[in-house]
């Protein structure tokens, strides 16, 4: 946590299972166990931080919750941007001091991680709304070997955000969704 850089790819694949087979036959090893991510975009009107292609976010998992600022990403091989990311106590509080400062939540996506680490890489497994994808995040070295290692080329990497992905996605099948969220039951 604190202030760091995020550097990470998104590799898709058709389904949980093999997403997770694939990272643990590649040597991984469990870190966090798997748990549903409410996630909330904040904004405001005046001077918005999507004007400069900043993102603040407010995530929730369970009884934990963060604050997360993410800076303009620069694409390369990966995606790396400036994170700032701390813990809070209370998101739901959190969220509201937020609109108290004239922020409002724009977008909400969910997805189940699960993660994984091998030296200094943290892999996750992303199960969402719109597909199963694994997250690579550590040194591009350690990226690219890993990628190497799941015999994905290149042409796999995937520097879009969720939102990104799931714009795209929702343009091309004309849904009326304005949020990434999984069906209720």
Known sequence: MGSEVEREIKLPYHSPAAARRAVVEAGATPLRARRLQNDCLLDRATEPLCGRHHTL?????????????KGS???G???VREELETTVG??????RLFERLGFDVWFR???????FRLGDLVIAVDE???????ELEGSEEDILSMAKTLERPASDFVLDSYLALFR?????QGLSATHMLFDEP
């Open 57 to 69: 976010r407010v995530r929730v998992e369970g009884d934990r919750a963060f604050v997360t600022f």
């Open 73 to 75: 990403p620069a694409l």
């Open 77 to 79: 091989k990966t995606k």
């Open 90 to 95: 209370d998101g739901a509080l959190v969220l």
């Open 109 to 115: 996506y969910q997805k189940y991680r699960e993660e």
């Open 128 to 134: 969402t709304p719109i597909g199963t994808f694994v």
């Open 168 to 172: 795209t996605l929702r343009a091309a």
